[in-house]
């Protein structure tokens, strides 16, 4: 009875693990199945759902990068939240970011702020 509820205590997971989710066992925040979900869906090879990790790791990392230049344009303007015009200003003003958000002729449908998000 004590060697079983002491090994229970030990690691509480041993008896049934909780499911983990793929972005956990990836170590990232961005979502993996809904990445995996949407490049799907846009008609990308079915060979490239094996690079979701790689796609959403890049994602996550861009997103990173953006919102704290974001934070740090807020911050230089007294602000302690950052609003859309904050993330338009560091998109608008980096020129690595530029060549990944600028206009062509596919997208001239879309609102000139607008950017894509990941629902």
Known sequence: GSSWQKTQLENPLSLRSEP???STRAE??????RVDRFSRQRCITPELSS???DLAAILEY????????AGNEAHS??????????????VEN?????TY????????DVEDN???VLA
């Open 62 to 69: 861009l997103t990173a990068n953006i919102l704290e230049l």
């Open 20 to 22: 983990i989710s793929r």
């Open 94 to 98: 980096n020129h690595i970011s530029i």
């Open 77 to 90: 303007q007294g602000r302690r939240r950052i609003t859309p015009e904050h993330v338009e200003t560091v």
């Open 114 to 116: 607008t950017l894509l």
């Open 51 to 53: 690079s979701t990790p």
């Open 101 to 108: 958000f600028k206009k062509d002729a596919k997208s001239s």
């Open 28 to 33: 990232l925040q961005f979502p993996l199945s």
